[in-house]
């Protein structure tokens, strides 16, 4: 072979911020429909013109046309919460909103 030609092509997608995004980062998307949409999810990569996602759990991908796009934004990953804390935490609250009831139940001249 006489010749050989190889192409490389980077792309880089920055959110609205400037900051760069790496596939797999959580993002926060505002799509320009009707009534805007706000979308949490997982930067997936471009698809023939496409902009593609993963649901947070990456069970499901999404497209949208990068005109669609009004913002996106690099968040902080998002984690799930264990049912535990969720059931510790509404134990905690509960608790401290019925003391703060008898509290001013036996707060003279309250």
Avoid: W
Avoid at 6 to 35: C, F, P
Avoid at 69 to 75: P, V
């Amino acid at each position: 072979m006489a010749l050989k030609v190889n192409e490389i092509v980077k792309v880089e997608v920055e959110a609205s911020d400037g900051q760069v995004l790496k596939e797999g980062d959580a993002i926060m998307l505002r799509i320009n429909r009707r009534t805007p949409e706000d979308v949490v999810c997982r930067y997936a990569g471009l698809s023939n013109g496409y902009f593609v996602t993963t649901t947070l759990d990456g069970q499901h991908e999404n497209k949208y046309r990068q005109a669609s796009i009004e913002t996106c934004y690099h968040i902080k990953d998002v984690e799930k919460v264990p049912p535990q804390a969720l059931k510790e935490a509404g134990k905690d609250a509960a608790e401290g909103t019925a003391q703060d009831a008898a509290a001013s139940l036996l707060t003279p001249g309250a």
